[in-house]
């Protein structure tokens, strides 16, 4: 079986002075254990190195962290995307959070390149929690001074905080990646209405591609029944663009409705590989050329397929680090 191909190039061509930064004491960044590859890969862009930490489990699950050294004074960074387990790794983040704000850090940024619970940001019906403000206001009461996000669910989550929040995007990895294989008949795809706006962003990026929508109708959480094709897709390459892949029921049923349709290429791009069961079946059932994603979750070897392609996002991540430390404009850089 071919191994998925992972991407490690800039997608921009950042002028960064990181060599100011690598020399600047003030800076320390850490990682959860959620995905220390990533982290590793932010920590090698800025010139320097994870800092040293103790981290372990009590018998009954209980998590402990401790910082191996001085943080007093200095501006912290936690890189901790809250992905499965979505519980513990959330978790290890608040305690990150509060060790480094008992240890005097003078200010606590969260990088999460994956947001939990941002599925549920309103409420639909009665009697349900809105998780995403929920999240929002544990990481705040843990003692975060500012947030990274990377392609929220919902864009409005943003305002869940009364701290400053980084919103990036992982589309210029995305693209840079499709404008390198020159694909002929562009047409992009969002899944649902939802997605509409993403998808032409998307599209306009892509030399102004046309644009297509899924007509979905979802009967219950992870279950989605397709309709109907809004646009024209016929004999044309599609790219499906989404936030994330979880289960895969929406993004698979997409694809075959847009072969059915006459698409002659079916791509997938989206930012979080979350790919709970059966999603692996569904994406390698092939039906589609690539499901192309982002390294914002760890993909194990156990959820490899022939057609996955992981690309990298950690020079967009160190690049927002260091803009933020060194007080540039982080808004407008990646969209």
Sequence with gaps: MQQPTAIRTAPLNFQS?????????????????????????????????????IRKSFADGELYVQIQESIRGCDVYLIQPCCY????????????????????ARQITAVLPYYCYARADRKTAGRESITAKLVANLV??????????????????QGYFDIP??????????????????????????????????????????????????????QAHNVAEVLNIIGDVSGKTAV?????????????????????????????CATHAVFSPPAIERLSSGVFEEVIVTNTIPVPESRN???????????????TIWRIHEDSSVSSMFR
Aim: net charge neutral; hydrophobic share 45%.
């Design 240 to 268: 499906l663009v989404d936030d994330m892949i979880d289960t895969a029921g929406t993004i698979a049923e997409g694809a075959r409705l847009l072969r059915d349709r006459g698409a002659r290429q079916v791509y997938a």
């Design 85 to 104: 387990p979505v519980n513990d790794n959330l978790m290890e983040l608040l305690i990150l959070i509060d060790a480094c704000r008992r240890a005097s």
């Design 140 to 157: 705040t009461q843990a003692g975060a001074n500012r947030i990274v996000g990377m392609d929220l669910h919902s864009a409005q989550i």
């Design 305 to 319: 397929f022939e057609q996955l392609r992981v690309l990298s996002v950690a020079n967009l991540i160190g690049e």
């Design 165 to 218: 929040f980084d919103h990036v995007y992982g589309s210029p990895v995305l693209l840079d990646y499709l404008l390198s294989k020159n694909l002929p008949d562009l047409v992009v795809v969002s899944p649902d209405v939802g997605g509409v706006a993403r998808a032409r962003a998307f599209a306009k990026k892509l030399n102004d591609a046309p644009l297509a929508i899924v007509d979905k109708r979802r």
């Design 17 to 53: 002075s990181l060599a100011t930064l690598a020399d600047n004491n003030r800076l320390r960044l850490f990682s959860g254990s959620a995905n220390i590859p990533l982290a590793r890969e932010v920590a090698r862009y800025l010139g320097m190195d994870l800092g040293p930490m």
